[in-house]
């Protein structure tokens, strides 16, 4: 099962690099609805996606319902660190993905 469902995981995160969610974090932990007035994302993408970051250990969520990054994460996914590889997970969807399928 792993293997039919690899390519979510990039399509995932290239989605909340692509709403800004790892940098909006980047100053601490928020909630869905806080992360959303700031990027202007919709409430519930934001909770399907961030919900998945949290299984796939990229994002922690504590008992108030606040999302905060995780030292990989911030390390990697952050757009203004050095060595991120945010640009290559937000154009898989874009690039990547679409080429794989032709």
């Not at 909340?16 to 994302?41: H, I, M, P, R, W």
């Amino acid at each position: 099962m792993q293997f039919g469902s690899a390519y979510a995981p990039p399509l995932i995160i290239g989605a909340a690099v692509s709403n800004k969610v790892f940098d909006t974090l980047e100053s601490g932990g928020k909630t869905v609805e806080q992360v959303s007035k700031t990027t202007g994302a919709s409430r519930r993408g934001l909770r399907a996606i961030m919900n998945a970051l949290v299984g796939l250990e990229l994002l922690k969520k504590d008992r108030h319902e606040k999302y905060s990054l995780t030292p990989e994460s911030e390390a990697f996914l952050v757009t203004n660190n050095p060595g991120t590889l945010a640009g290559l997970f937000a154009m898989a969807s874009t690039h990547l993905v679409p080429d794989w399928l032709i």
